[in-house]
């Protein structure tokens, strides 16, 4: 029998370390790459081809929203499970939107992650009690009252990258495109969410838990 192939995505190692020896403990499972980022996440995802990737949603370089969206358009049979500290009814939202089967936090993980990894191999979704309780109650969200969801997932990129710090020269050398290229996706995504500012720009970021504070 195949053993279970998971990958770990987490920008904090001692989390990643951890998360390791937990789940290397069962039998018949094995953790066949790691990733630090987000864009690193997407990468792996698609040279190793995981069964299950345990994903993080605050990376940088790329969140795990948009990672998750990523790799289940490249990767649809691998279930992505969600292991953050964010409890958020709109993120839990968006994330089952992108592709995600199953969300748990980080301060309960010692109980359910097992639990919910045993879940995703059989293609059975997972969601702590807590997020469950979110998803019953919350309203399915409105793209056309969603700011973000103006985006297209190049400019949320970027937006995540500007929001980081980089500059417009590095936010072409990490894409691959030219720096005019570049400014003019700074320039759409200032004028679709209505800024005027970095600040104001970095402030959305924060607030919609695409970076942290």
């Not at 996440?41 to 990737?53: G, M, N």
């Not at 019953?136 to 969801?149: C, E, L, Y």
Request: with cysteine.
């Amino acid at each position: 029998m195949n053993p279970l192939r998971l990958l770990i995505a987490d920008d904090h190692a001692v989390v990643r370390a951890g998360l390791r020896a937990l789940l290397e403990s069962r039998k018949g499972w094995e953790v066949c790459a790691e990733a630090s980022d987000g864009r690193d996440a997407v990468e792996k995802a698609i040279k190793f081809k995981p069964d299950i990737l345990i994903l993080d949603i605050g990376m940088p370089l790329l969140n795990g929203v948009d990672a998750t969206r990523r790799i289940h358009k490249s990767l649809p049979n691998s279930e992505i499970l969600i292991l953050t500290m964010h409890e958020s009814d709109e993120l839990v939202q968006q994330v089952v939107e992108a592709g995600a089967r199953g969300y748990i936090l980080k301060d309960e993980a010692d109980r359910v992650l097992l639990a919910a990894i045993d879940a995703l191999s059989h293609h059975k979704p997972y969601f702590s009690s807590r997020v469950s309780e979110a998803l019953d109650i919350a309203d399915p969200p409105d793209p056309s009252k969603s700011s973000r969801s103006r985006l297209t997932p190049r400019e949320r990129e970027i937006l995540q990258l500007l929001a980081e710090g980089k500059s417009n020269k590095e936010v072409a050398t990490l894409l691959n495109i030219s720096v005019n290229t570049a400014e003019a996706h700074r320039a759409n995504i200032m004028l679709k969410l209505g800024f005027h500012s970095l600040a104001d720009l970095v402030l959305y970021a924060i607030r919609n838990n695409i970076i942290q504070p």
